[in-house]
């Protein structure tokens, strides 16, 4: 992206990390925590003033586990973790809820409940308690994706017929194509706003 962070671009003049965040409180989850790395104090202006928790991952540049291990150490001793993105611009709160409920009800000796459209995984993930401090300890390459590809008979897949939860923002292309198919317009705020690595 340039230098910019993705996670304050735009939909209908909220920046994507707090539309996130707003959701997942809606949702009904508790204890919120938005993990930090580049342009951090722009980043958690954008979440300011909702009742989450905003810690830094000073080693954000090894990649998107590092960050994932530094949330997951911040919400150690829960019993149940729920994984989302911060650039995801058509996850509702009703989604989360569809995610959170399923895993609620979910069958015996199921650890991690994904929702998957098709044959795309998505967000957010919940995982139990163990297996969230699973992936902590063992420092997975891939974060929470090893860990499902090693434990598949533990796994509950949350089969949806929308996009919702698979649709993230990943190349500056992606923001052009997501105004052409789902008709959302993702704007950046003012450049001056971002700091260069």
Not at 80 to 108: H, K, N, S, Y
């Amino acid at each position: 992206m340039g230098g910019r962070p993705k996670a304050l671009l735009e939909r209908d003049g909220v920046p994507l990390v707090r539309r996130v965040a707003q959701a997942m409180l809606a949702a009904g989850v508790h204890d919120v925590v938005v993990v930090l790395g580049h342009c951090a104090d722009q980043v958690a202006a954008a979440v300011a003033g909702l009742p989450i928790r905003a810690v830094v991952n000073a080693d954000y540049a090894a990649g998107r586990s590092s960050s994932l291990r530094c949330g997951l150490a911040a919400q150690s001793g829960c019993q149940a973790v729920a994984i989302a993105l911060a650039d995801m611009p058509l996850l509702e709160a009703e989604d989360v809820r569809a995610v959170l409920q399923a895993f609620g009800q979910r069958t015996a000796g199921t650890r991690a409940l994904v929702p998957r459209f098709g044959d795309e995984r998505g967000h957010p993930v919940v995982l139990a308690g163990d297996a969230a401090r699973e992936i902590q300890e063992h420092r997975y390459a891939a974060g929470a994706r090893d860990w499902l590809d090693a434990h598949p008979g533990e796994v509950q897949w949350l089969d949806v017929d929308h996009t919702r939860h698979v649709v993230d923002v990943d190349a500056p292309e992606d923001i052009e194509r997501i105004a052409g198919r789902y008709g959302v317009e993702l704007r950046w705020p003012d450049p001056a706003r971002f700091s260069r690595p």
